[in-house]
Each structure stands twice: as C-alpha cells, then as structure tokens.
C-alpha cells in the first residue's frame, strides 16, 4: 500500500497509468462494455463503479489541456429516450480535480472504434448504462525552472 493512492488503484492499472503519456488515452468501460474483445490493454475492476475509478484516476491522472473536450462519453443511441444521470456525477468528479466545460460525445459505434485504439480499457462493474468514459491524458506541470 502507499500513502495518497486510492486502494481501488490496482499496482497494474497504477504502472500502465503511470506508462501513458500525453495524448494517450484509457476507457473505463461499464458492465456492458466488449473491452475484452476490443481492447489492447485490459485491467479487470469489477465489484467498482466508473465514478469511484474516475476520481482515483483523476487524482493522479492529468486531463489533457490541448484539446478541447478530454473526456468523450458515448451517446445516447438515437430513439432511446434514456437520460444518464450518472453523467452529471462524472462532470460533478472531472470538476473537483480539474477546470472542465464539457464533454464530447460520441455515437456508439464510433466510440468503439476510439476505444479499440486506446491504450487502455478499465472493465468496471457498474450496472447503469452509458457509464462509458474515455479519458485523454494531459501533462504534469514542472515545478522547475529549465536549466
């Protein structure tokens, strides 16, 4: 165990989060989501929520300040009248550690193509649906002056 990380953390998904760079990006993927047939790197969450992994994500995870829009959700597919609230508790985490506008959203099956490129894709447990994120890291700050 370490100070500051949350136990949710796995020590895999801490090592591929600290490999990333700037630009790369992670799914973390709801109950429903195919992230074993689609992705190249997979980290097992079950038993925990997407809101719960994106706000110990986010406390070690920059967003990426060069886009526009860091986190892409999948949208609603067109005729289903559902609403995800749990969007709303997404922004509510995103705001608490980062400045943070909007999301982008993506069509369904445009997500999956995104998401089979990503460099990583979170199988969580969570049970509500359109609880899909993709997460684009940014960069770390210097605390130093350059030489």
């Known amino acids: 165990m370490l100070k500051g990380i949350s136990s949710i953390i796995s020590p895999e998904l801490l090592k591929i989060l600290m490999e990333m760079g700037h630009g790369d990006e992670l799914v973390i993927g709801d109950g429903n989501f195919p992230a074993a047939s689609m992705s190249q790197r997979l980290v097992r969450a079950d038993g ?27 949208e609603v597919v067109p005729g289903d009248n559902f609403q995800p609230v749990i969007w709303e508790e997404y922004r509510k985490i995103i705001q608490r550690h980062e400045p943070f506008t909007d999301f982008e959203y993506v069509e369904r099956f445009a997500f999956y193509d995104v998401a089979a490129k990503a460099e990583l894709i979170i199988r969580t447990g969570e049970t509500r649906i359109y609880g899909n994120a993709l997460v684009r890291k940014g960069v770390v700050p210097s605390t130093g002056e350059w030489a």
């Open 48 to 74: 925990h929520g997407v809101p719960a992994l994106l706000d110990a994500i986010l406390a070690l995870f920059p967003l990426d300040t060069f886009v526009e829009k860091p986190v892409a959700l999948m």
